[in-house]
């Protein structure tokens, strides 16, 4: 679910997936349960997806069920994250669509919550979100910390030993970048200015999170006193480490910024 020039999701994938499955619902005469794994804003399973699995001439709820389960998979160690999951979360359509599915799941060893379509599309843009929010919130300390001449890692450790905020995520540094976060939550600060809410901590998020990029040439800048005819290596171009992906990644802006 890509985005579109204005942060908006991009559903023209999905519809015509759902389109294909469509065709293939019609052969099967036996209850059938689609699940959807994609990244949406809520609503969008119930008010796109089955509308168009409809097509078929099938009922949703009784001649097949529906599922909304998303995916918790971090790049690079994807394999491990489906087979050692923190939990899974079911959203169904109905009662029988959640008890087809948690079957599949029965011998996995992870917490099995069900809830509504809507809530399990949520969960998932509100799990990115947060995230993003502790990384942008640890590069704002960073950023003090540069000024105090304080340990910016030796304060993310002891504050990750709450249980209640954990290590994780809380690494400062360039920001976050990848196909996930930036993309998720603009996604869902253009629904929730949609849907009447103002988003102002997600925003804060995003904008702590662009201005990072020149921080760090700052630094540089104040470090060294002319940069003119220098060489810079820039060592790690993907957003993450272990990883080849450079979409989204910080180390694209800090070059530009570092050749102009």
């Given at each position: 679910?890509?985005?579109?020039?204005?942060?908006?999701?991009?559903?023209?994938?999905?519809?015509?997936?759902?389109?294909?499955?469509?065709?293939?619902?019609?052969?099967?005469?036996?209850?059938?349960?689609?699940?959807?794994?994609?990244?949406?804003?809520?609503?969008?399973?119930?008010?796109?997806?089955?509308?168009?699995?409809?097509?078929?001439?099938?009922?949703?709820?009784?001649?097949?069920?529906?599922?909304?389960?998303?995916?918790?998979?971090?790049?690079?160690?994807?394999?491990?994250?489906?087979?050692?999951?923190?939990?899974?979360?079911?959203?169904?359509?109905?009662?029988?669509?959640?008890?087809?599915?948690?079957?599949?799941?029965?011998?996995?060893?992870?917490?099995?919550?069900?809830?509504?379509?809507?809530?399990?599309?949520?969960?998932?843009?509100?799990?990115?979100?947060?995230?993003?929010?502790?990384?942008?919130?640890?590069?704002?300390?960073?950023?003090?910390?540069?000024?105090?001449?304080?340990?910016?890692?030796?304060?993310?450790?002891?504050?990750?030993?709450?249980?209640?905020?954990?290590?994780?995520?809380?690494?400062?540094?360039?920001?976050?970048?990848?196909?996930?976060?930036?993309?998720?939550?603009?996604?869902?600060?253009?629904?929730?200015?949609?849907?009447?809410?103002?988003?102002?901590?997600?925003?804060?998020?995003?904008?702590?999170?662009?201005?990072?990029?020149?921080?760090?040439?700052?630094?540089?800048?104040?470090?060294?006193?002319?940069?003119?005819?220098?060489?810079?290596?820039?060592?790690g171009l993907a957003f993450k480490p272990g990883t080849d992906d450079i979409r989204k990644s910080p180390a694209i802006p800090i070059i530009q910024q570092l050749k102009e």
């Amino acid at each position: 679910t890509p985005m579109d020039e204005e942060g908006n999701i991009n559903l023209d994938y999905i519809k015509q997936a759902s389109k294909d499955v469509a065709e293939g619902m019609k052969e099967r005469k036996e209850y059938q349960t689609i699940v959807v794994k994609s990244t949406v804003v809520p609503g969008t399973t119930e008010n796109e997806v089955i509308p168009i699995l409809e097509e078929s001439g099938k009922k949703a709820g009784k001649d097949f069920g529906v599922c909304m389960n998303p995916e918790f998979l971090r790049e690079g160690t994807a394999l491990n994250d489906f087979l050692e999951p923190d939990r899974i979360v079911i959203g169904e359509l109905d009662e029988r669509s959640g008890e087809q599915l948690e079957e599949m799941y029965s011998d996995f060893d992870a917490p099995i919550m069900r809830t509504g379509l809507k809530e399990a599309e949520l969960i998932k843009y509100a799990s990115n979100s947060l995230l993003a929010t502790k990384i942008s919130f640890i590069n704002e300390i960073g950023n003090l910390c540069k000024e105090l001449g304080i340990d910016v890692y030796e304060v993310a450790d002891g504050v990750g030993m709450d249980h209640r905020v954990k290590r994780d995520f809380l690494n400062s540094g360039d920001g976050f970048g990848g196909s996930c976060f930036p993309k998720d939550v603009r996604a869902l600060i253009r629904f929730m200015e949609k849907n009447n809410t103002e988003p102002r901590l997600l925003q804060s998020t995003i904008d702590v999170n662009v201005d990072q990029k020149t921080k760090l040439v700052e630094l540089l800048e104040a470090r060294v006193e002319d940069l003119e005819g220098k060489t810079v290596a820039v060592l790690g171009l993907a957003f993450k480490p272990g990883t080849d992906d450079i979409r989204k990644s910080p180390a694209i802006p800090i070059i530009q910024q570092l050749k102009e």
